[in-house]
């Protein structure tokens, strides 16, 4: 199964008008990306692996943010939900409560992710839900549950995440190039 290419270069009709006009307008929708923060993620959308694994946000701040993901499509061999994919989740959870923490400007890389694996999943969706521990001036740490519909927990999952400011165009490059 291949995932929909939603990065056109023009808005897609059906599309709500936002006066991004970007090629991840589109993205961004169909993501569930809140209204209020399309146009700080216009420049980059959510990421290919997002939409690879059709995970759909719910709510977006730096408190809490909420997304589901299908089982369907990101299982393994034995049938059940990958253990990337829940980790995959929880880190795009917290990777974007971060973000949106460390406001325009700015970005979040996370360096650490761990995670627990209590029960498996075989169908229907899960839901994470991402959970504020530390939200500081240069790292943010957040705690991730994943539960199936039945809210039973499949994953329980800690990330910590660096805030940087975005290189401007008079900024060194890497290894003190520029």
């Known amino acids: 199964m291949h995932a929909k290419d939603t990065r056109a270069g023009t808005p897609l009709a059906g599309a709500p008008d936002l ?47 909420v997304a589901t993901m299908p089982v369907e499509g990101n299982t393994q061999v034995a049938g059940i939900l990958h253990g990337g994919a829940s980790a995959a989740l929880a880190e795009t959870l917290g990777s974007f409560a971060a973000t949106v923490h460390a406001g325009p400007g700015r970005i979040a890389m996370g360096v650490d992710l761990n ?17 504020a521990i530390h939200l500081g001036r240069t790292m943010t740490s957040h705690e991730i549950v994943v539960e199936d519909e039945s809210g039973r927990r499949v994953c329980t999952a800690r990330i910590t995440n660096l805030l940087r400011d975005l290189p401007g165009k008079d900024a060194p490059g890497p290894a003190g190039q520029g």
């Open 19 to 65: 006066g991004l006009h970007g090629r991840y307008e589109q993205e961004l929708v169909d993501a569930g990306v809140p209204e209020h923060l399309r146009r700080q993620l216009a420049g980059s959308g959510v990421g290919a692996l997002v939409v690879k694994l059709g995970i759909v946000f719910e709510e977006i701040g730096p408190e809490r943010a």
């Open 115 to 131: 995670a627990t694996h209590h029960r498996p999943a075989s169908s229907g969706i899960v839901r994470g839900v991402c959970t």
